[in-house]
């Protein structure tokens, strides 16, 4: 992606969050050079990858496939053991913007629908896993908002405001917003988009970036270590 891209998607992204009072925390609105003015009493931030994350999954095509995303908070398992066991996260997802097909094999996250009036609906595709990494067959057992319920595979689930999915290991799920953009939250386990993203079919977390002019805002993946 051009960093000129993923500067405006921040900005409509920021934009969009501010009109549905979803307020960020401050580090939000740090600047590239903010952030060289804080040192070791920021490095949680940095080590478990809080703040902005834009991708297009480096399909070349955001509109279609990709995600607008900040993690508000999150814990590690560099250590093997997590002093913070949860993490939080906001996203962006624009009308018919696709996040392909994935699992993760140590995380569960509840995907919710955060939106009010005037925000889209966000539609979960689903299948279980095959041990091969291929889609399964089988009927799928999945929980929303505490109720159980049967999806066939590749069926789909369709969150109004207010509703939430409940995604377990190993069962693949993309999704896209219809009706408008969708203002999506997670809650899940410790998330760790380094190593814990298995795609179906074979694509990078993040995208490459031509520098076409300055950062706006550093990326989660972006940060240097003090
Ligand atoms: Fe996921």
Redesign the pocket.
Known sequence: MKRSAINRCIAEASAFFAENRFLLPPYADWTPEEWQQHGSEADEIRTNRLGWDVTDFNSGRFESIGLTLFTLRNGSLADGKASKIYAEKIMFVRQDQV?PF???VR?T?D?INRGGRGTGRLVVQLYNSAGDGEFAQSPISVTCDGIRRQVEPGGTVVLGPGESIT?TPYLY?A?YAIDGHGLIG?V?SVNDDATD?YFKEPLPRYPEIVEDEPPFRVLCNEYRMT
């Open positions: 996040t994935h699992y993760h995380k996250e995907i995604l799920h999704f997670e899940s993203n």
